[in-house]
């Protein structure tokens, strides 16, 4: 069981609030993610949910139960950290087993658990070694199966990739997707990769200055997105915002379009351009156009290899029922 | 010139310099410990300049070994020198852990707390013996004579006079003693050297992991788990810093030996060193090598120890 719920929670730092007034429901065995730019709180909110940080006003509840004062330890909650936090004196085998060892259990039985644990995640080859002596996925695994082997209620990761490299992250970002699958545990995943939110979440909360800007499924944000920071922080490349004319004519004050609802043209189309930089991936090709007259870049994704070079004229036309449209405020329309 | 012969070349100078620096000194103390030298001799006035002629083989080592306090001393030295290491460990351990955690005054008691390192040791000698330790005109002997002239009072009281009459007057100690200068020169010491451990772990537990402290809290270690497991191994290396630096320079106690007792009941090899070289070279050189065996011993068996907490 793993329900979390925030109610009406507030943190500040001396006179800086940095998270207001937040009401904030975590079902169990939900993967919820934590997105939003550097500073925004996620890291602050999780931390306040783990009991590493007092709460300057509201409650927590951990099932149904007020979490509040409980310590830390004492929260069935587990955490992993984006500098891995492992104990540096202590093989792997004893730092898997360290939280079972100061809850007092047999050694058996730690020994037993830190087998399993290490055996799923591939680490009993590694079980003896010092942290230092291995890499940075090895290392994220072992603080996961510190992790595990708690058995805790919700695990609660802190950018924990952002550490490896691109391809590592990939495989990590399978694994704890596998293993929020086979354990059904609640888990809360912060990050400001977009792209690990997208493919991990059942839930995304986009914050902004300490703010929920709005909570959903992955393809409801992108399909729906709430306001312009949102639609602009969900999907990759960026969507792109047009303002005036162009937006009146929707009856909008801002439009957006994804790159990949525009339809590219050499000859003929609502939108006439220059392309500055294409980015050609193989797959797929990103076309950054300029002297559209409706924005000073419009980005464009194009499935498959396109034959554009920089300098070359292109036409484009945006998808009419992929269009988002905003008010002044930037709210959905 | 190869690109490996330069940088050799620019050593040279320093290396050489260093190797004459320990090697003459050494020389000289080798060659006078196998030859008669002595300051005065009415007798044998050719024994009193160094000269191959006075060759004495091993006879000034044979005549330390067999000296009363030369055993003594080796074992005097040891002893001093573990005390102090394992009080100023502890203590110093246990004062950086303290002064770690932000409270006001800070700054303030940290320099306190490290001005005892800049007192010079004969200074620091005399202060201890004369103020703190003397067992009339010290500290000491103003507490003892203030808690027993209380009991006193308390004797006299109606009702439970009866029950401090049962308690006996304090006596204080004299650290001059045979018995207990030593421990005086133990005492002085650790008060000096306990600053340099505590600046040495201070230093330590600031780059100490604050997300392993939160790790092992969530993990559910006590403050005294946390310690044990995170604090202690992280401190594994300047400890042994401490040791074996506070280890070179306490084998050479020589002011506060001097200065509690003159050496009564408290000699360690360099104080014997002193005494012999009042007129007899030879022996205090033969004595000499006989401390740099003892350092080395020392030495040796530290640097396991280090190696050991560097392999863990
Ligand atoms: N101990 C602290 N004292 C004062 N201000 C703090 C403290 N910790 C965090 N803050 C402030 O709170 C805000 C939120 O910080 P937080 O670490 O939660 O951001 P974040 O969303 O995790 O950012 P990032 O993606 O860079 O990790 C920041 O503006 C930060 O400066
Ligand atoms: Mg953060």
Redesign the interface.
Known sequence: MGRIQLKNVTKSFGDVQVIPPLDLTIEDGEFAVFVGPSGCGKSTLLRMI???EDLTSGEIEIDGAIATQVP???RG???V?Q?Y??????SVRKNIG??LR??KMAQPEIDQRVETAAKSLNLMDYLDRKPADLSGGQRQRVAIG?AIV?EPAAFLFDEPLSNLDAALRVGMRLEIGELHERLQTTMIYVTHDQVEAMTMANKIVVLRAGVIEQVGSPLHLYHRPQNEFVAGFIGSPKMNFVTGTEAEKHGAATIGIRPEHTVVSMSKGSWKGRVGVAEHLGSDTFIHVHDTGVADMVTVRVSGDIAVKHGDTVYLTPQADQIHKFDAQGLRL | MSARKLPRLLQTPAVLLLLVWMLIPLGMTLYFSFIRYVLNNLRRPEWTSPSLSNWRGFGNYEFVLNSKDFLFAIQNSLFIVCSILFLTVILGILIAVLINKTFPGQGIVRVLLISPFFVMPAVNAVLWINMILDPVLGLQGIAVGSINELLDSLRNAPLLGWFFSLWPDLAPISFRATQTSAYAVIIMVTWQWTPFAVLIFMTSLQSEDQQQKEAAILDGASTWSQFRFLTLPHLARPIAIVVMIQAIFHLSLYAEIEIVSRGNGNKNLPYLIGEFANNNIGAASATGIFAVILANIVAIFLLRMIGKTLME
Not at chain 1, 85 to 90: D, R
């Open positions: 783990a009991g590493l830390p330890a004492q909650l587990a955490m950290f500098s936090a492992l104990y540096p004196h202590m360290f939280p100061m809850a510190r708690r």
